[in-house]
């Protein structure tokens, strides 16, 4: 029997909302440049490229505050170079960063606070393990989730990263517990399954829009499932 679930945050309990592309066009409005979401959206997929390649390449940007930010403020500058803005570029880059530490930008999945609480009514210890910036504890306090986890662990702030095995290994001594008594949720299976089975820790992975077929772990489809999978 569990007695811990640890959740990763993006795309499992938390999505950015509006999107970037609406943030950026708003933001860059703002500092009194003529853009639309539409001159913005066209240049997205490159911005993701970019993101993979990099991540690929040295994922471990994530173990530090100043590099994990710089690694949003580099994909803006490419927004704001597509867009054909050249002046005020590392203003216009940070006050896009800043607009995600707001509450307001980010929506809870419409699963997660009957989860939260089915699982903490059954006694369940819960905390979070995500690739995050520094940043991660004040947000989930803004959003008013901080209440429901034992422990919020970012990996900007411990130096450790998913699937490293030492991230999970810190969450559970910070938790005093076991990794068979321990269940890790997220929604990738290469960073959150692959991690939590090096550690131990069952994996579960959240497929909301069913398009992990290959996926080795088991799996849900929403987050309110745990409460009986459990």
Same mark, same amino acid.
């Given at each position: 029997?569990?007695?811990?679930?640890?959740?990763?945050?993006? #795309?499992? @309990?938390?999505?950015?909302?509006?999107?970037?592309?609406?943030?950026?066009?708003?933001?860059?409005?703002?500092?009194?440049?003529?853009?639309? &979401?539409?001159?913005?959206?066209? %240049?997205?997929? +490159?911005?993701?490229?970019?993101?993979?390649s990099?991540?690929?390449?040295?994922?471990d940007?994530?173990?530090v505050?100043?590099?994990?930010? #710089?690694?949003?403020?580099?994909?803006?500058?490419?927004?704001?170079d597509? %867009?054909?803005?050249?002046?005020?570029?590392?203003? =216009?880059? #940070?006050?896009v960063?800043?607009?995600?530490? @707001?509450?307001?930008?980010?929506?809870?999945?419409?699963?997660?606070?009957a989860?939260?609480?089915?699982?903490?009514?059954?006694?369940?210890?819960?905390?979070? &393990?995500?690739?995050?910036?520094?940043? =991660?504890?004040?947000?989930?306090?803004?959003?008013? @989730? @901080?209440?429901?986890?034992?422990?919020?662990?970012?990996?900007?702030?411990?130096?450790?990263?998913?699937?490293?095995?030492?991230?999970?290994?810190?969450?559970?001594?910070?938790?005093?517990?076991?990794?068979?008594d321990?269940?890790?949720?997220?929604?990738?299976?290469?960073?959150?399954?692959v991690?939590?089975?090096?550690?131990?820790?069952?994996?579960?992975?959240i497929?909301?829009n069913?398009?992990?077929? +290959? %996926?080795?772990?088991?799996?849900?489809?929403?987050?309110?499932?745990?409460?009986?999978?459990?």
């Amino acid at each position: 029997m569990a007695e811990a679930v640890f959740f990763d945050v993006g #795309q499992t @309990l938390i999505f950015a909302d509006p999107p970037v592309p609406e943030v950026f066009a708003r933001v860059a409005a703002r500092m009194g440049h003529a853009i639309t &979401v539409r001159d913005v959206e066209p %240049c997205m997929a +490159d911005v993701d490229a970019y993101y993979q390649s990099e991540y690929l390449r040295d994922g471990d940007f994530w173990c530090v505050h100043e590099r994990a930010v #710089q690694i949003w403020l580099d994909m803006y500058a490419m927004m704001a170079d597509y %867009c054909g803005i050249r002046d005020g570029v590392p203003e =216009l880059c #940070q006050a896009v960063y800043d607009e995600y530490l @707001l509450p307001e930008n980010w929506t809870l999945y419409p699963d997660v606070e009957a989860c939260l609480q089915g699982l903490k009514r059954r006694g369940f210890r819960l905390g979070v &393990v995500s690739n995050w910036d520094a940043t =991660l504890e004040n947000l989930f306090r803004s959003l008013g @989730l @901080l209440p429901y986890f034992d422990e919020v662990i970012a990996s900007a702030a411990v130096g450790y990263r998913k699937p490293d095995r030492a991230i999970f290994e810190i969450a559970l001594e910070r938790m005093g517990v076991k990794p068979g008594d321990a269940v890790h949720v997220g929604d990738l299976p290469e960073a959150d399954g692959v991690g939590a089975e090096r550690s131990g820790i069952r994996p579960v992975i959240i497929d909301r829009n069913s398009v992990l077929a +290959d %996926c080795p772990y088991e799996k849900i489809p929403v987050l309110t499932d745990l409460v009986s999978l459990l």
